[in-house]
């Protein structure tokens, strides 16, 4: 079992070593050490530390022995590499190989406890993917549908005890937040799940094409049939026949749909008479159909027809602990060999993000930072700028804009000052706290010219 808090030490000179024992010790954490590389792997193998610091010039066993030995033993252990100048090269073969960082004698206590604190970071951003990885391994159940919120659980044991039933139902909610994805999770834990599953979006299908795209056609029965064609009533036959943005269906054929659903029977265009269909409906909009009935756009007794059993998705900003979730469920699929993490600081920003398209809009937006990326780590400068732009939801309502306006600049440079003020005029800390790079704010301090006072 790894100890989260632990770092091993690994160097010949004793001096050295104890004083990289006793900063680290003063910093909190638990310090093992050895005086070789040979003695250094004994101590991993029996405590298994979460770090490991090791010279890279030693007897016996080089740094980079080790550090290939524990790399063998456990691919996701840190190791850190101390060299001399002369040396660099060697370490930067090493990062190569697996190492995480490296620091060149002679450093500081603050430069040492920078790169400890870098690289347990690290390993906690690897702990929380790994437990999204396990969380999303129970979703399973689920095909592609994901989400831990109880917003979405309801969902999930609604479409449950929905499926078994013949009932139609019909899925509310505002665009892109999975209403096929839920539509295709009832039809496969239906009794029809070995027959189709047709999906018609309504708005996407002009009006003089609608008729007979649902109800088929004769040939001959209109200009362009040049042969008999069956509608996706008989195709979705034994199955079922989901219907996308129903509320945007004309209402002079509204009639046609609700004989269809009331008497299982259709008329293709031209045929003069009926035939039946054993077809299960599952309906969706994402308009308010109630006002829509009350504007005379679509018919009373249609929606009753149809909403048997209503079910509505929430929009993501109201189950936003989701989203580290589908995030994951996103980053896996775009790239599925190789392993990205998020930052602590990009993952807030996603989830504080308003996302008004929905779990469509997340999904293109992770697609985009995977292909625009910088590193392995995906960090706050990689996510899309409308992302960035929008202000978190700890802000909403800090700011007091006066009737005459603020010049958005002398906002901005007080938002700096406080953070610097806040921070002891610390250049990491005061980046951190306003979610942003360390060079972004150096950038930002000369453009306005602050200093600290002496």
């Known amino acids: 079992m790894t100890h989260k808090n632990t770092i091993l030490v690994i160097d010949d000179d004793s001096s050295l070593r104890r004083v990289i024992e006793y900063v680290l010790e003063q910093a909190g954490y638990q310090v093992l050490t050895a005086e070789d590389g040979a003695k250094g792997l004994e101590v991993y193998q029996a405590e298994r530390p ?36 002369g040396t660099v090269e060697q370490a930067v073969t090493a990062m190569k190989d697996g190492a995480f960082d490296y620091i060149t004698k002679p450093f500081g206590n603050d430069e040492l406890l920078l790169v400890v604190k870098r690289a347990l970071s690290f390993r906690n951003l690897q702990a929380e993917n790994q437990q999204l990885r396990q969380r999303l391994d129970t979703q399973t159940d689920f095909e592609h549908l994901v989400g831990i919120s109880d917003a979405m659980q309801k969902v999930f044991d609604m479409v449950n005890r929905v499926a078994p039933s013949e009932a139609t139902v019909l899925i509310g909610g505002e665009s892109g937040t999975g209403k096929e994805l839920i539509a295709r999770a009832i039809h496969i834990r239906s009794e029809r799940a ?26 001959g029965s209109f200009t362009g049939a040049v042969k008999d064609r069956k509608g996706k009533f008989e195709l979705a036959d034994g199955g079922t026949l989901f219907l996308d943005e129903v509320g945007e269906m004309p209402i002079d054929l509204q009639p046609k749909l609700l004989r269809a659903l009331q008497e299982m029977e259709i008329e293709p265009v031209g045929a003069g008479q009926t035939r039946k269909v054993d077809v299960r409906v599952i309906a969706a909009s994402n308009r308010n159909l109630e006002t829509a009935i009350d504007n005379s756009l679509f018919r009373e007794d249609l929606y009753y027809r149809l909403a048997v059993i209503p079910l509505v998705l929430p929009p993501l900003r109201d189950r936003k602990d989701d989203i580290p979730l589908l995030a994951r469920h996103f980053l896996d699929r775009f790239l599925p060999d190789k392993r990205l993490e998020f930052s602590d600081q990009a993952m807030k920003k996603l989830q504080a993000y308003g996302w008004p398209g929905n779990v469509r809009e997340l999904e293109n937006a992770i697609e985009q930072t995977v292909i625009l990326r910088h590193g392995d780590t995906i960090d706050l400068n990689d996510l899309p700028d409308k992302v960035l732009r929008q202000p978190t939801d ?28 806040r921070s002891n005029w610390n250049q990491t800390k005061a980046a951190e706290l306003l979610h942003t790079p360390r060079h972004t704010l150096i950038y930002r301090m000369e453009k306005y010219q602050l200093k600290k006072s002496e």
Not at 50 to 78: F, H, N, W
């Open 194 to 219: 070995d027959s189709p599953f047709i999906p018609v979006n309504c708005a996407a299908i002009p009006r003089e094409l609608l008729e007979s795209e649902l109800f088929g056609h004769l040939k």
């Open 50 to 85: 979460a770090m490991v610091i090791t010279d890279i010039q030693m007897p016996g066993l080089s740094g980079y022995e080790v550090l290939q030995e524990i790399k063998r033993r456990d691919a996701d252990c840190l190791v850190v590499m101390i060299t001399a100048f």
């Open 394 to 421: 700890q802000l909403c309502g800090v700011v007091n804009l006066p009737p005459g306006g603020y010049p958005l600049a002398a906002l901005e440079k007080e938002a700096i000052i406080q953070a610097l003020e």
